[in-house]
C-alpha cells in the first residue's frame, strides 16, 4: 500500500515526465522539440517560481507586451517571410521552417498560463533562437550546450545547468575522450557571453527589419565561430 500511495503523490508524475525529457534531451541535445518540452514541464513543476510578479516591477513591460502581440501575428512556418532577404525577421523565419518549428511553442499560455512570469519565459525562448542567428551558433550537439552557457551567464536562466551537466554527464559515460575539447567550448561560449551584448532587452519588432550584418555592427556582435578567447 506505502508503494501505491507514493505513486499517487501529487506531482509524482510530473517529476517523472521532466526526468524523462531530461534524459531524452541528454541523448539528442539538438532536437529541438526535446528542449521545448523539457522547459515546458520545469515550467508546470513551479521551479520557475522564483520570478514572481515582484520581481519585474521595473521591467519595460509594454516592449514585452508589443513585441509578443507582434510575434502572434506572425506565420512562421507557411508561406514566404514578410521581411526582407537578409534581414533578421527573413532569416529568423527560415530558421524555423528548417527546425520544423511549429507556432504553438511560442505561445505563452502554453508555457505556465497567461502572466508576466509566462511572457518572460516566451521573451527568453525566441531570444535563445535569436541568438543561434546573430551569434551564430551552430544547432550542433556541442553548440546547443555551448548556447546553454551563453544563456546562463548572460541571464542566469536556470534550466541551463540541467541541460549542461546532463550533457555532460552522458559524455563522460560514452566519450571520455572528448571531454577537454567539450570544457573548452563551453568555456569559449562562457567568455564570448561575458563580452558580447544582448538583444533580450532591444525591441524584436524594430529587429526584424534590419539586416543581420546591420544589427552586428551596430551593436558589436562577433560570431562565436570568429570569437577567439
Same mark, same amino acid.
Given at each position: 500500500?506505502?508503494?501505491?500511495?507514493?505513486?499517487?503523490?501529487?506531482? !509524482? #508524475?510530473?517529476? &517523472?515526465?521532466?526526468?524523462?525529457?531530461?534524459? +531524452? $534531451? /541528454? %541523448?539528442?541535445?539538438?532536437?529541438?522539440?526535446?528542449?521545448?518540452?523539457?522547459?515546458?514541464?520545469?515550467?508546470?513543476?513551479?521551479?520557475?517560481?522564483?520570478?514572481?510578479?515582484?520581481?519585474?516591477?521595473?521591467?519595460?513591460?509594454?516592449?514585452?507586451?508589443?513585441?509578443?502581440? !507582434? #510575434?502572434?501575428? &506572425?506565420?512562421?512556418?507557411?508561406?514566404?517571410? +514578410? $521581411? /526582407? %532577404?537578409?534581414?533578421?525577421?527573413?532569416?529568423?523565419?527560415?530558421?524555423?521552417?528548417?527546425?520544423?518549428?511549429?507556432?504553438?511553442?511560442?505561445?505563452?499560455?502554453?508555457?505556465?498560463?497567461?502572466?508576466?512570469?509566462?511572457?518572460?519565459?516566451?521573451?527568453?525562448?525566441?531570444?535563445?533562437?535569436?541568438?543561434?542567428?546573430?551569434?551564430?551558433?551552430?544547432?550542433?550537439?556541442?553548440?546547443?550546450?555551448?548556447?546553454?552557457?551563453?544563456?546562463?551567464?548572460?541571464?542566469?536562466?536556470?534550466?541551463?545547468?540541467?541541460?549542461?551537466?546532463?550533457?555532460?554527464?552522458?559524455?563522460?559515460?560514452?566519450?571520455?575522450?572528448?571531454?577537454?575539447?567539450?570544457?573548452?567550448?563551453?568555456?569559449?561560449?562562457?567568455?564570448?557571453?561575458?563580452?558580447?551584448?544582448?538583444?533580450?532587452?532591444?525591441?524584436?519588432?524594430?529587429?526584424?527589419?534590419?539586416?543581420?550584418?546591420?544589427?552586428?555592427?551596430?551593436?558589436?556582435?562577433?560570431?562565436?565561430?570568429?570569437?577567439?578567447?
Amino acid at each position: 500500500m506505502k508503494g501505491k500511495k507514493k505513486f499517487s503523490e501529487p506531482g !509524482f #508524475l510530473l517529476k &517523472l515526465r521532466i526526468a524523462w525529457r531530461l534524459y +531524452r $534531451f /541528454s %541523448k539528442n541535445p539538438n532536437a529541438y522539440r526535446n528542449v521545448e518540452k523539457f522547459r515546458f514541464s520545469l515550467a508546470q513543476s513551479g521551479y520557475f517560481e522564483f520570478l514572481n510578479e515582484g520581481s519585474f516591477n521595473d521591467y519595460n513591460w509594454q516592449l514585452v507586451d508589443e513585441d509578443n502581440k !507582434f #510575434l502572434q501575428s &506572425l506565420e512562421f512556418t507557411d508561406g514566404k517571410s +514578410r $521581411f /526582407s %532577404k537578409g534581414s533578421l525577421g527573413e532569416c529568423f523565419h527560415r530558421f524555423l521552417q528548417d527546425k520544423a518549428l511549429q507556432k504553438q511553442f511560442y505561445n505563452n499560455k502554453l508555457i505556465c498560463g497567461d502572466s508576466r512570469q509566462s511572457a518572460y519565459i516566451l521573451r527568453i525562448l525566441i531570444t535563445h533562437d535569436l541568438w543561434h542567428i546573430l551569434y551564430s551558433y551552430d544547432t550542433t550537439e556541442i553548440e546547443e550546450i555551448a548556447l546553454q552557457m551563453f544563456l546562463f551567464r548572460q541571464l542566469q536562466w536556470p534550466s541551463s545547468p540541467f541541460l549542461i551537466g546532463g550533457f555532460i554527464l552522458r559524455s563522460a559515460f560514452q566519450k571520455p575522450s572528448e571531454l577537454p575539447s567539450i570544457f573548452r567550448v563551453l568555456v569559449k561560449a562562457w567568455s564570448h557571453a561575458g563580452v558580447s551584448p544582448t538583444v533580450f532587452d532591444c525591441s524584436f519588432k524594430d529587429l526584424f527589419t534590419e539586416s543581420v550584418e546591420s544589427i552586428r555592427v551596430r551593436l558589436g556582435i562577433v560570431p562565436f565561430n570568429k570569437f577567439s578567447f
